[in-house]
């Protein structure tokens, strides 16, 4: 699975990293039950997992607070994201 993953356009043309950088890397490591590796690599790969897989339960059941829990894990995900990417561009 390693050997087919996408190069991230960014790190290539500019030399940095993205926000989305490590979150293949971590979608690897998860599925294969590092969990503590899965999020050093990418810390909000946890929320983003939650949200997914809120939104499919959602989708095929219809959860009664849906709306709610969404916006709360989306938010933290984003939060994540931006907290992790600046701790990760400041060291």
Known sequence: ME???????????????????GLQRSLVALFQGHFTEAFVLYPAIFPLVFLGAVIGINLSFGLK??????SVLAILSVTTIIVSYILKLTT
Do not use: D, Q, V
Request: charge should be neutral; include cysteine.
């Open 65 to 70: 607070y849906a709306n709610r829990i969404i």
């Open 3 to 21: 050997e087919h993953m996408l190069p991230c356009l960014t790190k290539n043309f500019f030399g940095f990293e993205c926000m989305g950088c």
